[in-house]
């Protein structure tokens, strides 16, 4: 490899820093890049609701100081957001309109907030939350809120709304079991989640809807289909997460929900690669594409990128099914095809 | 209420009215009684690429220096503003076009430089301005207006400066400029999320003075006015030409002149016409023409008569970095000449300095008809304050010539020996007072003659003068605990604010450290200074040079080991610097 | 022949008393050698003074360094004895100072063709109403004999044993390219037409220069000579244009030494009078 080659990573989680990692290792001359539209370090995304809920600072969401990529030789581009790819001229555009050239590029640019169609209508008043800077303004406004809503269509929802009953708030959480993600709840697990809930004071909304969200000065009151009206300062929307690929879309970079790969994390170009969440990967055996979630699997995953970028030639591994427990629930989520 | 110290830049490309919105932001941060301290970089002063930057820290504390860190960088120009991120604090914020007309190259954006940590605001400056005036003159007030959404500033105020600012413009002139500004503004308020956590509604109770937004230039220019300067003579160079400018403008509403001569030479030989004829005059420069100057200097001095020299320095030796500041001409100013050349030198160390030197200048000058040298620098030239409408000169000040009286006039002794060692001057047009002076040695009728026992008395009678006016210059400023002095700093000049501040800190925590500047460097009050030593376990004195030249002099007065903390870098010296030196002293 | 002589001062000092311009004269003897012409020059400036009734106290002089450079000790007026080539710039802030004085720079050949010329065109064009007395003898006479600007080519001179390399300048050549509004030549040894040129440059509104023809009786055994000078130097024609400086340009590049007004412009606003006018 020669110095002039230019690595770029989009994304600064755990996929695109184990990239970076592996480049660096096996490549001391190239110039590596990470661009990520966050402006924090990288840092542990599921700790957020504990920093929202003011039970931890933000330093400790923090996996790897800004000095590490330095030393490391690696540029660090945060607060950036690549708008569009040419694939063809080997350009990225960037929205604070700079045009960067690259050799090679990682994508792995994670997930972002899901919302359900049936709650778009309502979008402005909901709150979502998936990355630091979402979180900033949020723990100031949960800080003050005295009554909050949480509505439930993800596993973090769960451990959410218990972070939010140890900061002493009043807390109500309605289920939307039909749209839950990534799995599907089964009645058991329900009645176990709902047991688990209301033992924690959290008035539960179970096999119900929102029907209306109406906003008067600073509050909110949620009409649902059983007649019910719950106020609230604040309604959090926690409904999993999308591939984060809208940039990319209309480059002719195929995509599906996800970024398509190959078993080897590469796209129909060449040079370009994907990891983590956004990507969505060709299994041989099943003949299908498959997505992973998970830290687990993002880190695996740019390693493998990497070392493919660089001429090795490394099949991901369908990861193996993995049940563990989760507050009492036993959860299936390394391994699904179904979103 | 909690402290806020702020330091924000805005740098630009010449034309796109960067200096002109540090100049409204200062005008508004100073009417909600902020403390500031601004320092503008001009084009021309940076050859070849047009940029220029407007910085200023502004504070509810006592500032003395313009602060080596920034918080806010608005960027109106990318690749200019690049360079400024070096001294952007780990976690300060950039407001940058987010909407330029075509994209930048690689790494020609300032975002793409940003340090992790580092907050940027993206504003399409350009569309907005287009869209509130149909031209993008008015970015500048776009991003203003973004400051002003952002960091809590009360917008409808701010606007009101905006209109005062351009009053004696056109009407569309304001408009597009206001218009502009409410763009920014609501826009920001509209799109921005606020990440960071600064913000700056009002500054510290209100002051009863009127108070002023002057920069060290200025002040010597609105001095030398109010002191009735009648000549000023100059040539044009950095940073001392906008003296001239200034004065080209106000010097002929008194009825005086501006004249601009073909060098420094005849610009001091101006001065000592026009000072022999009775009339204030002036001049003012750079190293290079002050090293021009040196032989009128010893004619002030060996004639007697007055002459002011206002020398601005920069980055030396000979040409040297003319855009930089540097402390290092105070040889020259306190030695330079040939022969026993007593002389004032004057050092101001902060703005309200710069004018109260400048009036004692003339006073000094006139009374004892000599050579006074103020010695300013390209930091303190360019240094822009508020500060309260300063003291114009009184009556003594303005009328110092000592004149003979009609009975000395009948057989008139133009130097005739006195206890002071001030003869008295006759102007001409004063019948029976002609006289000639010359830069030969001469008895007291003013004859050349060189006889060995007159040569010792004329000289002593020269340096008479400056001891007897020990007692007519303020005292220099002691400031800190008086006795048990950990650490002792003589200052000097403008790096004296950092003095300051660097001992405000170092007593916060827990040490003793006291300041001695002086206004007035040469003569040296030595009561003063023995009395400061003796209460000092170690002696500090920083300055902007390589050699050290005023810990060099000090010596000589003080017999005992001095630290020096000496710096050439072309910055002016910062708090963090002499506090560092101090801790170090300390802890040794 | 001794019986002579002493006739003649006698007569003189009697004209002297009678034309009160002893007044401006201070006690002290000039330091010239005998013989020189600055005496004669001397006695125009204050002859000068005395026909004009300027007062001793309104009249202040400016010189350089040199022999010229003592003037000012000699006259009982406000004298400021400067720097060597800078009695320009000091007359300069002189007047700027105080219009209503009248004010004389007195330099040397070294003095303003020499260390000062550079002076020399800005005082031109800034038109400052001063009069400029050069007093030129075309060599270095207070250090002993050296090469001046005004020296001649391939003379000897103490600097130049083998002769001087150096073409000369020539200073009214100089002056009127330089724009001055009042050029004219004297020459030391004819007092009456000095002082008419004298009273001409001292009213003339605006800067005059006056270049002075005079020998060093002690240095130059060559060329300024008493002998050489009044055999070169030659009146302007009564009939000469003063105000055509084409006319004025070809006079003055001749070998021929013309004495009297050379170029004489009345529409060019003194400096001060300029600025009344903004």
Known sequence: MSAKDHFIIIGNGPAGNNAAEVLRENDKKARISIISTESFSFYYRHRLKDFISGRIPAEDLVVKHYSEYKDKNIRLRLGQFVEKIDPEKKILYLKHMEKINYTKLIIATGGSPRILPSLTIFQDYLTMFSTYSDTVGLRHRIEKAKEIVVLGGDLTSFSFVKSLVKACKKVSFLLFNDAFWPISLTSEMILKIEENLKSHNVATFFNDSVEMIKKSKSKYTIETKQNNKIKSDIIISLMGMIPNIRFILGSSIDTDRGVLVDAYLRTNFKDIYAAGDCAQIYNPILKNYWVSIGWMNAEEQGKIAALNLLGDSKIIEPPKEEIFEYEGIKVNTSWWKKF | ?588 | MDNFKINYIDEMLDDVEKKDFLKYRTGELPTWCPGCGYFGITQSIVQSCNELNLKNEDICVASGIGCAGRFPVFMDVYGFHTLHGRSVPVASGMKLAREELTVFAIAGDGDIMGIGGGHLPHIARKNIDITLFLFDNSIYGLTKGQSSSTTPFEQTTNSHPFGNPDQPLKPVSLALSYGATFVARAFAGNVDQMTAIFKKGITHKGFSFIHILTPCVTFDKVNYTWKNLKANVEEIYDEFDHTNHTEAMRIAEKSRLYTGIFYHRYDVPSYQDYLKQK
């Not at chain 2, 402290?3 to 100073?30: K, P, Q």
């Not at chain 2, 030409?241 to 073909?262: F, R, V, Y």
């Not at chain 2, 060692?421 to 001469?442: A, C, D, H, K, Q």
């Open chain 2, 1 to 588: 209420m909690s402290n806020t110290d702020i330091v924000l830049e805005i740098c630009g490309s010449a034309g796109e009215g960067t200096i002109s919105s540090g100049e409204i932001f200062n005008r508004y941060i100073s009417s909600i009684d902020f403390e500031i301290m601004s320092f503008d970089t001009y084009p021309s002063e940076i050859r070849g690429f047009g940029k220029c930057v407007a910085h200023s820290r502004f504070s509810t504390q006592k500032i003395f220096t313009p602060g080596k860190y920034t918080d806010i960088l608005i960027a109106l120009n990318d690749a200019h503003s690049i360079s400024q991120l070096g001294h952007l604090k780990d976690t300060g914020v950039v407001i940058y076009d987010s909407k330029p007309p075509k994209y930048h190259e690689e790494d020609k954006s300032i975002v793409g430089w940003m340090e992790p940590g580092m907050i940027s605001y993206g504003i399409p400056f350009n569309d907005l301005a287009q869209k509130a005036a149909g031209n993008s003159r008015g970015r500048n007030m776009v991003a203003l207006g973004a400051v002003c959404a952002l960091f809590g500033v009360d917008h409808e105020e701010f606007k009101n400066t905006i209109i005062q600012r351009y009053a004696k413009k056109k009407q569309i002139v304001i408009d597009n400029n206001v218009n502009s500004f409410v763009e920014g503004y609501n826009w920001a308020n509209d799109n921005l999320t606020k990440i960071d956590s600064i913000s700056f509604k009002k500054g510290k109770n209100k002051n009863e003075k009127e108070s002023i937004i002057i920069n060290g230039n200025q002040a010597v220019a609105k001095a030398a006015i109010d002191s009735e300067l009648h000549l000023y003579a100059g040539y044009p160079i950095t940073p001392a030409t906008k003296i001239m400018e200034i004065l080209s403008h106000e010097l002929p509403k008194k009825n005086g002149i501006m004249l601009q001569t073909e060098d420094e030479i005849s610009a001091i030989g101006n001065v000592l016409g026009a000072g022999f004829a009775g009339k204030r005059s002036m001049t003012a420069t750079s190293g290079p023409g002050f090293a021009l100057m040196t032989e009128f200097m010893g004619l002030s001095v060996m004639a007697q008569i007055p002459a002011v020299i206002v020398n601005s320095q920069r980055g030396g030796p000979s040409t040297g970095l003319p855009t930089k500041t540097e402390q290092s001409d105070f040889n020259a100013a306190v030695n330079g000449g040939t022969g026993d050349l007593p002389r004032f030198v004057i050092a101001p160390a902060s703005v309200e300095e710069c004018y109260d030197g400048t009036t004692l200048a003339f006073y000094l000058a006139e009374k004892y008809q000599t050579l006074v040298v103020i010695l300013l620098d390209f930091f303190l030239s360019n240094s822009i304050r508020n500060i309260d409408e300063p003291t114009p000169p009184t009556e003594k000040m303005l009328n110092s010539n000592i004149a003979p009286n009609e009975k000395e006039l009948k057989d008139y002794v133009r130097f005739k020996e006195t206890k002071t060692g001030v003869s008295p001057r006759s102007i001409p047009g004063t019948p029976n007072g002609m006289y000639t002076t010359t830069g030969l040695e001469n008895n007291e009728r003013g004859k050349p003659q060189y006889d060995g026992k007159l040569h010792t008395k004329m000289s002593d009678m020269r340096y008479r003068k400056l001891n007897s006016a020990l007692n007519d210059v303020p005292k220099p400023k002691w400031t800190g605990p008086k006795k048990d002095i950990d650490v002792g700093i003589l200052s000097w000049g403008s790096s004296a604010g950092a003095a300051y501040e660097a001992a405000t800190i170092a007593n916060k925590n827990g040490h003793r450290v006291a300041v001695l500047s002086s206004l007035v460097v040469f003569p040296v009050n030595e009561v003063d200074l023995t009395k400061f030593c003796n209460e000092s376990k170690q002696i500090l004195i920083p300055e902007l040079n390589y050699s050290g030249q005023y810990a060099n002099f000090i010596a000589s007065y003080i017999n005992r080991p001095v630290e020096r903390l000496n710096m050439v870098s072309g910055l002016p010296m910062a708090s963090e610097d002499v506090l560092s030196k101090i801790d170090e002293m300390i802890a040794s």
